[in-house]
């Protein structure tokens, strides 16, 4: 009853919240295929790790039992689900958190909705040279993402650790390497698209690397990093997103019950013993 496809950017051209509006506006697809039985079928666009594992489980433990089948895309580029979601392509994505729905949104013109959060991929510092952070030499390299609803979370953890001070007028979700005021080792930035921190981890002193990449590159935080994001009153949690006005589909809302199940918490909390993953609900 699933099928499973990936897609990379080489080959592919509770409240709510609803977003944006214009010519990146929604598709007028219907949402989900029902078969002769009953069982809606839904097309989910997701990152692979954790996302995809997390759909994974509920399509073979949760969805049959309340009339589901999942269809899962997994995608290694965050530009793409929310373009195929408004293409008609999926029913639904999988992959991101509010600062980046709300960035896409504004600046694509997409007309999408979200649900709640269903977990959060703490941030970590990592570093293949030093075993602490205070360890750092003057003048360090630091590898940061250089996405921008994700690069102010970055500086933020390294701000916590008193590496750096940011601009106390700027918005820390939006804050940019151009906001920091403070730098006393003098760290150099090295930005670079989020996907490739982990493989270039040798190639710089220390890099903030994204949960979801990191956990793909079989990286830890509480084990591995030397700064690791608390989960505590996380904004960044990570949700299903739809076209607007399919946020009250009736195989949607089941879906998301599921994602919000207690067999999804415990799933999470012991796959991801080491907290690499947190529950958000």
């Known amino acids: 009853m699933r099928r499973l496809i990936t897609l990379s950017a080489a080959t592919a051209a509770s409240a709510l919240f609803l977003a944006g509006c214009g010519a990146g506006g929604g598709s007028d697809a219907e949402v989900g295929q029902e078969s002769e039985e009953g069982v809606t079928t839904l097309t989910v666009g997701v990152s692979p790790v954790p996302h995809g594992t997390i759909l994974e489980f509920v399509n073979e433990n949760l969805a049959e039992e309340a009339g589901l089948s999942l269809e899962i895309v997994s995608y290694d580029d965050y530009a793409l689900p929310n373009r195929a979601l408004v293409d008609g392509e999926l029913d639904a994505n999988y992959f991101q958190h509010l600062p980046y729905f709300e960035s896409e949104s ?42 921008p609803s994700n690069q102010g979370r970055a500086l933020d953890l390294l701000a916590e650790a008193g590496l750096i001070t940011l601009d106390d007028s700027v918005d820390v979700v939006s804050a940019t390497v151009g906001d920091v005021v403070d730098n006393p080792k003098n760290l150099e930035f090295i930005e670079a698209d989020a996907a490739s921190l982990a493989r270039t981890l040798d190639d710089v002193d220390a890099s903030v690397i994204n949960g979801n990449y990191a956990i793909e590159a079989g990286l830890s935080p509480t084990e591995d990093g030397l700064l690791v994001e608390s989960g505590e009153d996380n904004p960044y949690a990570n949700f299903l997103a739809v076209r607007a006005g399919d946020e009250t589909n009736e195989a949607i809302v089941t879906l998301d019950e599921l994602l919000h199940s207690e067999e999804v918490r415990q799933f999470i909390e012991e796959t991801w013993a080491d907290g690499a993953v947190i529950p958000a609900f």
Request: proline share 5%; charged share 20%; hydrophobic share 35%.
């Open 106 to 147: 504004e600046s694509q013109g997409y007309e999408l909705a979200h649900f709640d959060g269903v977990h959060i991929e703490p941030f970590a510092l990592y570093s293949n040279e030093y075993d602490d952070v205070a360890d750092l030499p003057g003048g360090a390299q630091i590898g940061i993402n250089n996405d």
